[in-house]
């Protein structure tokens, strides 16, 4: 009993220390960077299927980037839509977009970005997903304002579109809270994931990271992999995480539970893949606090809820603040507490499978 309020005592610790950081950390985040000298072009990829709803808003939204690419690859993966259509339908007009087809028995989004990279004509990519936006006419500036030579990658942030629904604002805070934290752990120098949606890069260190991983047959996107390939070539600080509005790109959410569910799974699918100590190590330091605060709840449940509710009360202000001061998003506090009490016991099971798939990977993971 003892051990389990320690434990929780360091827990909500913790907490308060990540608070103290946020609110020093957001009094220098509005410095205004400039485009290095060193970066004079770059080429946009993005992979796709079946996307024809999202075409004409991403493709115009790039068309008034006031940073324009010198070229656009579009990589279609065998769309039965519009989406091959629409596409080359804006390259009329768009003269730097490309579309370019997977060839036939091949697909998946490694491919995808692995057959985009052949028609890919700069040194430095940027990639989206088919289904987000940039939120500024400045996305493009400001992720390569964050380029220099000891840089392999620059991730920016990627958030929900709000909508109105009350499952929908508790699944935009608790998708806020998933990306928040990925870039709160990089403010600490453990980058735990990045997202191939809004990801700037060097083609020839991915083109490298392919050579070398080839015996990963997964068709997946290779988003957090290449980040931990770069990691173990060039060190923690080759990879930075951008906590700034500017850089941020939104996609859309899944409109209810099951389909969330099956959001969540999937990505937890793919965990084991991503394997590294710190990463094991903070999932099971994680899981080990989340046993504690449960178990303290059936020992002793007045003060289980005290403390459950403290540290819920911290969480949801790190998150409130790091939303509204580092990524100018439209968060409620009220609602990221909501999110973290209703998404918490599920979020303990996830973990919970999340440590088991590590365990069970761990001695057959694939160096690359």
Known sequence: ????????????????????????KSSVINETPTKPENVNSFSILIASKNEEQNVNQLLYALSQQKLQPTNIVWVDDHSSDKTPLLVSEWGKKLHVLKLVQ???????????????????????????????????ETWTFFMLSHWNEKIRLVGGGVFGIKENSIFSKCAYHEHAIVVMLGHIAAMLSFPLYVSGANMLF???????????????????????????????RYGKNSVKLINDYRTIVLTYLPDGFSSWKNQRLRWLSKTHMFISSYIFWFTFIILLMDISVYGLLFIMPLKGVILLLIKNLIQAKIFYLTGKKFFNLEVNYAWFL???????????????????????????????
Not at 212 to 228: C, I, R
Not at 340 to 359: A, Q, R, T
């Open 1 to 24: 009993m003892q051990l389990f309020e320690w434990v929780i005592y360091f827990y909500v610790g913790f907490n308060f220390f990540l608070l103290i950081v946020i609110i020093l």
């Open 102 to 136: 997977l060839p036939e028995g091949i697909t998946g989004k490694r491919y995808a970005w692995e057959e985009g990279m052949k028609h890919v004509s700069t040194s430095l990519v940027l990639t989206i997903d088919a289904d987000c936006i940039p939120v500024t």
């Open 202 to 232: 060097r083609k020839e260190d991915f083109m490298h990271y392919l050579k070398t991983s080839k015996l990963l047959k997964s068709p997946y996107g290779d988003d957090t992999l290449f980040m931990n390939y770069l990691i173990r």
């Open 338 to 368: 909501i999110s973290i009490l209703f998404f918490g016991v599920i979020h303990f099971i996830l973990s919970l499978k999340n440590l088991v798939n590590l365990l069970n990977h761990s001695r057959h993971r694939v160096t690359i």
